[in-house]
């Protein structure tokens, strides 16, 4: 049975299985550990770091980008600042999520970073009303690492535990 299934023969083929198996578990985990860091964050500009350069490393990417829609011109903080409008042009209007496998990044989302980007997710994000709106932009060098045909749950839980603890700590700052 395992020969059939893995595509292989032996222990090359369960190891292939094994090595399947552990892949489609190390989605879920890695989420997880990131959800786990994100919650333990003793503030906001803690928070910023974990999602800016800990997810990095979490998720084995290359770039990820925390942004929000505003008028002012400069980023601050680790968040970048995008002209309003934005995110719904880059999630083509009214979608949550996008997933490319081969992306031209923006360099207003990515800067400097754009050039390394060759498979994006960027998930919207609300910060609460109309004009709280924000982006997570996951980049990686490595061309497919996104899909169209990807589930989005686990990136999607991600974006919203981000909202949510950015709202707690707006909240806790007023």
Not at 115 to 140: H, P
Request: glycine share 14%.
């Amino acid at each position: 049975w395992v020969t059939g299934c893995s595509g292989g023969s032996g222990r090359a083929g369960h190891d292939n299985l094994l090595s399947a198996s552990r892949g489609r578990l190390d989605g879920p985990w890695r989420a997880h550990e990131a959800v786990l860091a994100f919650l333990s964050a003793r503030s906001l500009e803690r928070l910023v770091h974990l999602v800016t350069a800990d997810l990095v490393v979490i998720l084995g990417l290359d770039v990820v980008v925390l942004a929000v829609e505003g008028a002012e011109a400069e980023s601050a903080a680790g968040v970048r600042v995008l002209p309003p409008g934005t995110v719904n042009r880059l999630l083509d209007g009214g979608r949550d999520i996008r997933l490319d496998g081969k992306a031209k990044a923006d360099p207003l989302v990515f800067g400097g970073m754009e050039s390394l980007v060759r498979s994006q997710a960027l998930i919207r994000l609300g910060f609460g009303g109309k004009e709280s709106t924000g982006l997570l932009a996951l980049g990686s060098r490595e061309e497919g690492k996104f899909h169209a045909r990807q589930g989005k749950e686990l990136l999607t839980f991600l974006a919203r535990v981000v909202e949510c603890c950015v709202r707690s700590w707006l909240g806790c700052l007023q």
